[in-house]
């Protein structure tokens, strides 16, 4: 699942400062907001750090360090970010937009129990959304929780028709319950509206492939390979179902064809082995 780093809020108000550390408390905060959305970074943390500096109660604190966070984030800074994030919601747990940015680092990290922590807070403040509904569901999914799963996607779906992530997660779900006519109906809608998307012709040439619908793998791997200009390892993957076959000869020649059109043979031996 892939995720935006944002800057989450632009601040209006200053509690209990004197007036004159009250207007340097507004003037950092300032230049770091104008830092950060011109992408000058570091200058960003220093001014957020000072920011912090100059009145540590604050309790609008909790959304400064969310935005330096997002700042971390941005600059590949991944611990010093979650550090930030987990220190913005010890000071507000219920922070939506942290903790939206903390799941999908989570998730990064392969924390999967800590990310569903996350999503399960998500949705108990707003059931319908949308980021929380999708990565819960797909890490249900990886957690073979799939009833859990399903929940989730229907639930993504009742509230956004076109998600277009949430209509594949549910045609890989289906796939991975053995449903795979209904699979293969979610992914022909799917097709129908995205028709020049290769990932979506591999994905079902993958579940035809588990069905052992041979004939339609290979046409789907075919088509994705043409859409993505003969990237050669939808060769491979036509190779791979002709070895499911036992059509050697047929597997060898997808092989070398992934070979002239830029495929390491070192990478390749072990199916080459198998045409033998």
């Known amino acids: 699942m892939k995720r935006l780093s944002l800057l989450f809020f632009s601040f209006c108000f200053v509690l209990t400062l004197q007036s004159q550390d009250k207007n340097q408390y507004q003037v950092l905060l300032d230049s770091a907001l104008t830092a950060s959305s011109t992408n000058r970074f570091e200058a960003a943390v220093i001014f957020y750090r000072q920011v912090l500096e100059i009145d540590p109660n604050n309790v609008g604190n909790s959304l400064i360090y969310g935005n330096l966070g997002s700042v971390y984030e941005r600059m590949g800074k991944i611990d010093e970010a979650l550090e930030c994030y987990s220190k913005a919601l010890s000071l507000e747990p219920k922070l939506v937009p942290v903790l939206e940015q903390r799941s999908g680092i989570y998730l990064d990290k392969g924390e999967d129990a800590k990310a569903l922590q996350d999503f399960n807070m998500i949705l108990n403040q707003q059931p319908d959304n949308e980021l929380a509904l999708l990565g819960r569901a797909y890490l249900r999914m990886e957690l073979k929780m799939f009833q859990e799963s399903r929940m989730d996607f229907e639930s ?15 045609a890989i779900l289906s796939q991975k319950q053995g449903r795979f006519q209904e699979s293969a ?5 799917l097709i129908e509206r995205f028709p020049t998307d290769p990932s979506l012709y591999e994905a079902r040439g993958n579940m035809e492939r588990e069905a052992r619908w041979f004939e339609l793998a290979l046409i789907d791997y075919e088509e994705a390979g043409r859409l993505s200009k003969n990237d050669p390892v939808y060769n491979v993957m036509q190779a791979l179902v002709y070895l499911d076959q036992n059509k050697k000869k047929s597997a060898k020649r997808m092989l070398e064809r992934a070979v ?10 072990e199916y080459f082995a198998k045409c033998k």
């Open 156 to 170: 993504l779906l009742l509230n956004y028709p076109q998600n277009k992530q949430g209509e594949l997660g549910m």
């Open 185 to 189: 109906e979610l992914f022909a809608n």
């Open 260 to 269: 002239r059109d830029g495929m390491p043979f070192a990478s390749l031996e």
